[in-house]
């Protein structure tokens, strides 16, 4: 089966080279090596992840020391890093290119074992006549992709000979030595990756399950898959048919909550079920116990940068407990609310919130930047790409927040041929700046936001469905500050931080806090910013009055406010709500607070009512 996959493989890769690279075989562009300060680079980019490779490449090796074979490591753009060898070959390895910084890239030098490898992410062998260009007809590579922690090819492991007879049958041995140690080192870095959670081992033997378990699970606290390894990314198939993270373990075992459960509190280990009948036997590993008590004191404190943006509403409490689970999971979020309630100031919360915190926080409004210049903006761009531009190019937005988040607003102003690109960027997790042809590997967290509603995009056509799914990993709706009952609790905050940075007072008169608590806001917290800004502007030492407020405030139902005898509208001349409320009010001596508890509402709700009809505190006519 290896060997008719091989051989198809191969075929696909001559058709790439001759129909999309547009190589030819006698056309051989000679061994290419990228520079020294290069290779360091990209030695330094795969980090820890390198060390522990070298572990495992310096392991097959001795196995195949001695028999004419190098075990070379490439980075995901075919670039070899590593190599182990003979010393007594290595003059003729080096003129052969099996040396370190050389360029295998399939789209530069045709068929081979480390490019064909990462274009098709297969273990693969390229033996002999396989390869594209005549120059490397002698050589037999055996190559096997090395996954990061979320899937994605972070470099490959390759054993090579110079001149190895036979047909590539011969070369079973080599493939499932390569296939093996890739495994050994990809599930090695998974697990010191994840050390700091709960990581679930299952395996059909339970004699291995601790130490070469078939599938890895990482999980938080609460039971959510945050991680998982090759082998349980092909085996479990999640509900949404993508990836098994960010799933509950309910999602993929019978009685999988109680299991996992059951499994923290015990050192054997038990069976497990799925829901498609498969047994395996399973073990759970507990997180480093300094490293956990760690993650949760750092935890609590970002946490507060969470809860620094809302008061004591209930709806906006229940909106922070999730923000606060989902900062530090490896989730796409889309923030949904009107304009002005909030969306970049919660997404600022949850970076600083979240394990990235350390890193940049990139924020990008898709609709104030014209169409032409958005692509540039965020995908950056190479040196001479454009005349009259930066002669150095320009590192867009993408790369701006390696490392960190990247928030794009509104986005649903995005033009839908961006769209594609960023879909493209989503599924591969690597960008390519416009004018150049070397993507650049990607580690951000994206959140998106917008006020509209994106179901309805989709059904007229001006948004694409897969990037929606793509980007709502998780998604968060803020409700407008009309519906909020810590409005006091806001004023109070905006005010303080708008006096400082004017550098006045934060005073209030009692009657301007009641209008303001009166309106509804339509254009929610940027609004009540505007208005507070404002009016500290124009207000004396004694602090805002009625008069500081801009005109669609201090002007609106004036006279009616200040005159509790004026005549209610037609529609409410009956008074039966008005004395109700007006009775209520009085018999609590207008104790705002208190009333608001009697009726089950926020105080603003009741400022709400008093204003429509026409109620003023006694205390503050004129």
């Not at 097959?60 to 070899?80: C, E, F, K, N, P």
């Not at 960190?404 to 961006?418: K, Q, S």
Request: proline share 4%.
């Amino acid at each position: 089966m290896a060997q008719e996959s091989g051989e198809r493989l191969i075929r696909q890769s001559w058709l790439r080279c001759a129909q999309e690279y547009g190589l030819e075989p006698e056309h051989n562009p000679g061994i290419r090596q990228v520079s020294a300060g290069d290779l360091q680079q990209r030695r330094q980019r795969l980090g820890e992840y390198l060390d522990i490779a070298r572990t495992g490449m310096d392991q097959l090796y001795g196995h195949i020391a001695g028999q004419g074979y190098t075990t070379m490591l490439a980075d995901s753009d075919g670039i070899t890093l590593e190599c182990r060898s003979d010393e007594r070959a290595d003059p003729a390895l080096r003129a052969a290119g099996l040396r370190a910084g050389t360029v295998w890239n399939e789209s530069v030098v045709g068929t081979n074992g480390i490019g064909t490898c990462i274009a098709e992410q297969q273990t693969l062998t390229c033996h002999r006549t396989d390869h594209f260009y005549a120059g490397h007809l002698d050589l037999s590579c055996t190559a096997a992709p090395l996954h990061d922690p979320y899937g994605r090819v972070a470099a490959v492991l390759d054993i090579s000979a110079l001149s190895v007879p036979g047909a590539r049958a011969g070369q079973q041995l080599a493939w499932h030595l390569t296939s093996l140690y890739a495994r050994l080192i990809e599930d090695s870095y998974f697990s010191h990756h994840f050390s700091d959670h709960w990581l679930l081992r299952l395996g059909r033997n339970a004699a291995f399950v601790d130490n070469h378990a078939d599938l890895i699970l990482a999980l938080d606290d609460d039971g959510l898959i945050v991680g998982a390894n090759t082998g349980a990314r092909q085996i479990l198939q999640p509900p949404s048919g993508q990836d098994p993270v960010g799933h509950g373990i309910g999602a993929f075992f019978r009685d999988g909550n109680a299991r996992v459960h059951a499994l923290k509190k015990r050192q054997d280990s038990v069976r497990i079920r799925s829901w498609s009948d498969d047994n395996f036997h399973a073990a759970m590993s507990q997180p480093r116990r300094a490293a956990t008590r760690g993650r949760a004191a750092r935890t609590n404190a970002r946490a507060g940068a969470l809860q620094a943006i809302a008061g004591n509403d209930a709806t906006m409490q229940r909106l922070i407990a999730q923000a606060t689970r989902l900062a530090s999971k490896p989730i796409d979020l889309l923030i949904q609310g009107e304009t002005g309630s909030g969306k970049e100031v919660l997404a600022r919360a949850l970076h600083a919130a979240s394990d990235r915190s350390n890193a940049a926080f990139v924020a990008i409004n898709c609709a104030a930047l014209p169409e032409s210049l958005i692509e540039s903006e965020l995908f950056g761009y190479a040196p001479g790409t454009f005349t009259g531009a930066r002669q150095q190019g320009m590192k867009g937005l993408l790369q701006q927040a390696q490392g960190g988040t990247l928030f794009l607003d509104e986005i649903g102003d995005m033009p839908v041929a961006l769209q594609t690109r960023l879909l493209r960027v989503l599924a591969e997790r690597e960008v390519l700046p416009l004018g150049s042809d070397t993507p650049i590997a990607l580690d951000v967290r994206f959140i998106t936001a917008t006020h509209r509603d994106l179901t309805t995009l989709i059904a007229a056509g001006s948004f694409r469905e897969d990037l929606y799914y793509r980007l709502a990993g998780g998604t968060l709706s803020l409700p407008a500050l009309r519906q909020r009952s810590d409005v006091d609790w806001l004023i109070d905050r905006l005010l303080e931080n708008e006096a400082e940075a004017l550098g006045c007072r934060a005073r209030l008169k009692p009657e301007v806090r009641e209008r303001l608590l009166a309106h509804d806001w339509p254009g929610n917290i940027r609004e009540l910013r505007n208005v507070l800004r404002f009016a500290l502007a124009l207000a004396d030492d004694d602090g805002i009055d009625m008069a500081d407020l801009p005109a669609s405030l201090a002007t609106t139902d004036t006279a009616v406010l200040t005159d509790e005898r004026v005549t209610p509208p037609a529609d409410e001349q009956t008074e039966t709500p008005r004395e109700r409320l007006l009775a209520h009010l009085r018999e609590q001596d207008w104790n705002i607070a208190q009333v608001a508890r009697d009726l089950s509402v926020a105080r603003s709700t009741v400022y709400r009512r008093m204003a429509r009809l026409q109620i003023v505190d006694p205390r503050y006519r004129h």
